[in-house]
């Protein structure tokens, strides 16, 4: 007889949290969409940035931080 194939554990997934503040407004708006949908403010903001988010996880930012000389920008070169 073989034997019992074993599953590979699966990958726990890290989560990190995130704090936006609100005004009492959009919080009363948000509430109430989420009544009307039957669902929670947290799957509904999940929702809408998803598409943002979905392609830039393996995005290199590169930053170019030289120093412009202000006086240079004006000056004629000299050929």
């Known amino acids: 007889m073989p034997g019992k194939k074993v ?3 699966r ?3 890290r989560y990190k949290t ?3 503040k609100v005004s009492a407004k959009q919080k009363k708006s948000l509430v109430n969409f989420c009544r009307s949908r039957r669902t929670t403010p947290n799957k509904i ?6 598409p943002l988010l979905e392609n830039y996880s393996g995005l290199e930012v590169i930053l ?4 412009v000389n202000q006086l240079e920008l004006f000056r004629l070169e000299e050929k």
């Not at 170019?64 to 120093?67: I, L, R, T």
Request: hydrophobic content about 30%; proline content about 0%; aromatic content about 0%.
């Open 7 to 9: 599953k590979k554990k």
């Open 11 to 13: 990958k726990k997934i």
């Open 18 to 20: 995130i704090t936006l």
């Open 45 to 50: 903001i999940k929702k809408a940035i998803k």
């Open 64 to 67: 170019n931080h030289e120093k």
